[in-house]
């Protein structure tokens, strides 16, 4: 026995200092940083040195249209999957443990199917012969097709649909992590339905709401292929202009300014979410 402690194998420990972390650093350096510089340097000195991209960005008219297009599409998006995912979330909190986890397995399911696949089939369904126009104008509701396609309400069902599962997964965890005694009591001290989710439920699930509107407005920002076959040319956003310019009008200076523009607003509002909720945490708000 005393053979074997004194052959027993080493205990490995934990690096200390930034040892650790240098393999991450290392990673995030090449894959990050370098290639935010590169971008940056190349916003500022192509063609000429200067901040010319820039201005003519912000000074074109076209240009503002885009970025208007872009942030009005990100926050309609984001408006609306909030709305949707909502009762959905709180439905899967509520339901039966082996019901919830069928319902929460076709919701993962969805995100598994390729994109590009799921927006033709959404195109397929609105177009004027599609199967929404079609059950429309048979039950008597319309009797003309509805524009759903190339306009900003397609491009919301169809981004709205993609991005729930990114909305609902945070907020199961949040509304299951509330104590449902909660809303009893607010019951049994006479509140409504109404008040008990005005004053205690929505309150009490705004961690979650916030985590999953940033994921999701972030990600609306960035988005190409479903509001490029979706939203057509007249619904042009940030992705689709930065895409174009590099590839068809070969303008890495101005499509370089572009892509920054959109990676410092990307970081400014996850920095902003940190402070709101890390501030909160702190005083113990909600």
């Not at 990050?32 to 940056?40: N, W």
């Not at 509304?175 to 439920?201: E, N, Q």
């Not at 479903?226 to 940030?238: E, Q, V």
Request: charge should be positive; charged fraction near 10%.
């Amino acid at each position: 026995m005393s053979g074997n402690l004194l052959h027993r194998p080493p205990i490995l420990r934990r690096p200390d200092g930034i040892g650790g972390a240098l393999p991450a650093l290392i990673l995030i350096s090449l894959f990050f940083v370098v290639p935010v510089v590169a971008l940056l340097l190349r916003s500022v000195t192509e063609p000429v040195p200067g901040l010319q991209n820039y201005a003519n960005l912000f000074g074109d008219g076209t240009y503002a249209r885009v970025f208007f297009n872009t942030f009005l599409v990100a926050t309609v998006v984001t408006t609306v999957t909030v709305i949707v995912a909502f009762p959905v979330a709180w439905m899967l909190a509520i339901m039966p443990p082996a019901l919830g986890s069928i319902v929460f397995g076709i919701i993962i399911l969805s995100m598994w199917t390729n994109l590009l696949t799921r927006t033709y089939a959404w195109m397929v369904l609105l177009q004027r012969t599609g199967v929404i126009n079609r059950t429309l104008m048979d039950i008597g509701l319309i009797s003309e097709p509805l524009p759903l396609i190339n306009n900003l309400t397609g491009v919301t069902i169809g981004m709205v649909y993609i991005m729930l599962p990114f909305m609902i997964l945070p907020l199961v965890g949040t509304l299951r992590a509330i104590d449902p005694m909660t809303l009893r009591a607010a019951a049994l001290c006479g509140a409504s339905p109404f008040d008990a989710f005005r004053r205690i439920l929505l309150p009490l699930s705004l961690p979650g709401i916030a985590a999953g509107g940033l994921m999701v407005f972030v990600m609306s920002l960035g988005y190409f292929v479903t509001p490029t076959l979706l939203g057509g040319t007249s619904n042009m956003m940030l992705a689709a202009m930065i895409a174009q310019m590099i590839q068809s009008l070969l303008n890495w200076g101005l499509g370089s300014a572009a892509a920054f523009i959109l990676l410092s607003v990307t970081m400014a509002l996850y920095a902003l979410q940190l402070r709101l909720v890390g501030a909160k945490r702190m005083t113990g708000g909600i």
